[in-house]
């Protein structure tokens, strides 16, 4: 009885029934019933690092602000620089309360010069939909729509990723830079095309209506299909992320945590006079933060995970946030907070797996960056 | 896959071979297809003792770690070394993939099934 009420509850996607159709395995993840793998987190693991792979990411939310204030609104309820944001233009940012921690990170779109849409994370959806319109009345005139349910969102990820999607849309996607977006058809479907990921690897996320995301999705892996062009699942997602070391909310960034001691300094608009959280920003980059998220390679056999204690000659001096055995470095990975003074590379730790404590050495992040050709 | 019916199932989703004295241990298609791409595996030393229902080692796939539960009651007589160069074959083939070999001392854990009860279970 219970598993029925918990199954109804779960939203499904518009490519819901197209991943069971397709033998992909469904898990609930954060509210949604999602495919966690098709072939299985290896294989497609390395398709996205080797080829291409396609993913159903439309569990994410998107909010749209617009009207007379609508910069003024961002610039204040986001902590990057939204000011330098062209049209066109996208920029990783991060929503935070006033004591500087995460309400989330997201993806800040300039669609116009008083208009924006932030791309926030499933689980955080309803509160950053309700954060960010309370913020927004607070400094004039702006209107806050969650608009997520107009859209469905697909990306493909991987070296293929550009010769796949061209054939498919009469936008020139090579012009389109990292970080940029622009408007065409993607199979006669009208798309937001965004040359943004999570995967490490060059790509695009496509916003297109949901009645037509069968329809792109189908295309993209048929037009893939002879350059080894998979679906994927949330499984590979995670993986994939972990080796690029971005962050995953609820893992390695929360409402506990800042982006100073996440090591995301670099998205925090210092310049900027004021935004939600600044005044203890500047305050701790000013004094140092206790902790840094640092990287780790196992150096025992044992694999670190979500939760497990960190010691070092014996005292616990932190906590893995994230952990796996890669598929494509084919090591033991994971990312820490830990003391600034045992965050420097090669200094070694003990990470606790399951009461026993196995050795691990003290790496840059990220693990994975990929080749960049000219 | 069909389950063969030289064995006998848990409902923890092992199998469990018994020649003589001597069971071999492993886990059924069913748990590898649940747990996904299998990256390590790590088993109790020869000479442990074990007992039935309680762990004889861990698996951990890309995504998750999980026990295994001992069958039956006994002592790890032999543990499969390839496993930790290929952890994969677990899930390539695990019918035909022990884990470890158990002397076993005492009975059997209550409730092994036969093929047709496991698959019933299954479905």
Known sequence: ?374 | MAYPNDRKYTKDHEWVRLSGDTAEVGITDYAQQQLGDVVFVDLQAVGTAVTAGTPFGTIESVKAVSELFAPLSGEIVAVNDRLAQAPEDVNTRPHETWMVKIHVAGGAADGLLDSAQYEALLT
């Not at chain 1, 040359?195 to 999705?217: C, H, K, L, Q, S």
């Not at chain 1, 005044?279 to 056999?301: F, I, T």
Request: with cysteine.
């Open chain 1, 1 to 374: 009885m219970s598993d029925t009420a918990a199954t109804a509850a779960l939203k499904l996607t518009p490519l819901h029934a197209r991943h069971v159709a397709s033998g992909a395995r469904m898990v609930p993840y954060a509210g949604w019933e999602m495919p966690v793998e098709y072939s299985g987190i290896t294989a497609e693991h390395l398709a996205v690092r080797t080829r291409a792979g396609v993913f159903d990411v439309s569990h994410m939310g998107e909010i749209e602000i617009a009207g007379k204030d609508a910069v003024k609104a961002v610039q204040h309820l986001t902590c990057n620089d939204a000011g330098k944001l062209k049209m066109g233009q996208a920029q990783y940012s991060a929503l935070l309360t006033p004591e500087g921690t995460f309400v989330d990170d997201v993806l800040v779109y300039r669609l116009g010069p008083n208009h924006f849409m932030i791309v926030v994370n499933a689980a955080n959806a309803a509160r950053a939909a309700d954060w960010i319109t309370a913020q927004a009345k607070a400094t004039g005139d702006a209107a806050v729509v969650d608009s997520s349910a107009r859209y469905a969102l697909i990306a493909i990820q991987g070296p293929a990723a550009l010769d796949t999607v061209q054939p498919l849309t009469g936008a020139d996607l090579a012009s389109v830079r990292p970080y940029w977006f622009t408007y065409g058809e993607v199979s006669q479907a009208r798309a937001l095309i965004s040359r943004t990921g999570y995967t490490g690897e060059d790509g695009f996320e496509i916003f297109v209506p949901p009645n037509m995301a069968d329809r792109v999705w189908q295309s993209l892996l048929q037009a893939g299909h002879a350059a080894g062009v998979v679906p994927c699942g949330l499984g590979a997602r995670d993986t994939l992320r972990l080796e690029a070391a971005m962050r995953l909310y609820g893992n390695d960034i929360d409402d506990t945590t800042t982006p100073v001691e996440a090591g995301l300094s670099g998205i925090v608009g210092w310049n900027k006079p004021t935004f939600v959280g600044a005044e203890r920003l500047r305050a701790q980059k000013a004094s140092g933060p206790e902790r840094v998220l640092a990287g780790l390679e196992m150096l025992d056999r044992g694999i670190a995970r979500h939760g497990y204690p960190v010691l070092k000659d014996g005292a616990r001096v932190g906590t893995v946030t994230s952990g796996t055995q890669t598929p494509f470095l084919k090591k033991a990975i994971a990312m820490a907070y830990l003391p600034p003074s045992l965050a420097t590379p090669g200094t070694r730790v003990d990470v606790d797996v399951r009461g026993r404590a196995s050795a691990a050495t003290v790496v840059p992040l990220p693990f994975y960056k990929r080749p960049r050709t000219v």
